[in-house]
């Protein structure tokens, strides 16, 4: 009788302990209560629990989490209501603020958000509006983490995903945009016909000058050639009286000027010609001297 008292004394012992023994898992920790009051907060890891008077109060996820809000009308400065969808990701850094912190965390960061949200875009208007995401996701982010402090909560990140403007205001925006694209169009144009008529300009300004540049240089070319034609010319005639001079004399070459005088006054037209005799000896001398020098 007393050998089964003491195996059921055991085996209660034994129960007690296997009930005692607990493992917390990874990227979990538990808030656990002694006598209804918190007494301690258990991290990953093997765990010995007093059966009865220890009680597991909260088993609390460390990964992050995130809310993924119904979309919120808010209105902007200039009272143009519109849809906003939010995102909250968010890490639980305190387990017993988190436990004991509020009554119900998702809820109370829902409303938080959805108040701050309405704030933040109320003092912007609604052009401010579609263009500042990043700068509304910072000051919800700001605001959401100095408010969950005390709930041992960590607001990550907060992403505003989709902002709908009422239809009217999107068929205003896109009559703004389409106006503002055919402006661009119409600038791009007129540049466009600018630089082509700059270049068409550049252009003959060139031609014209290289057509000017052109015939000052083939009137250069020749006023040279004729300035050379005469000084052969000159240089040939006065090679031609030196040599007259070396024969006749100073007298025979102003003769022989004459006769040129002479063949210039007759051009060609006069059927009679009278020649000085002297001039007649004077020719007769510079045939000679031709057919001596074509000897």
Known sequence: MVYFSLIGVAAFVLALITLGVKIVPQSMSWVIERFGGYHTTWEVGFHIMIPFIDRIAKRVSLKESLFDYEPQPVITRDNVTMLVDSVVFYQIVDPKLYTYGVDNPKLAIDKLTTTTLRNVIGDLELDETLTSRDTINGRLRSILDDATDAWGI??????????????????????????????????????????????????????????????????????????????????????????????????????????????????????????????????????????????
């Open 154 to 295: 960590k607001v990550n990140r907060v992403e505003v995903k989709n902002i709908d403007p009422p239809d009217t205001i999107k068929d205003a925006m896109e009559k703004q945009m389409r106006a503002e694209r055919e402006r661009r169009a119409s600038i791009l144009g007129a540049e466009g016909e600018k630089q082509a008529a700059i270049l068409k300009a550049e252009g003959e300004k060139q031609a014209r000058i290289l057509e000017a540049e052109a015939r000052k240089e083939a009137a250069i070319r020749e006023a040279e050639g004729e300035a050379s034609a005469i000084t052969a010319v000159q240089r040939a005639t006065a090679e031609g009286l030196a040599m007259i001079k070396s024969v006749v004399g100073a007298e025979g070459a102003l003769k022989l000027k004459g006769f040129e005088a002479f063949e210039k006054a007759a051009d060609g037209n006069a059927t009679k010609i009278i020649i000085p005799s002297d001039i007649q000896n004077l020719a007769g001398i510079v045939a000679g001297l031709s057919e001596l020098k074509s000897r």
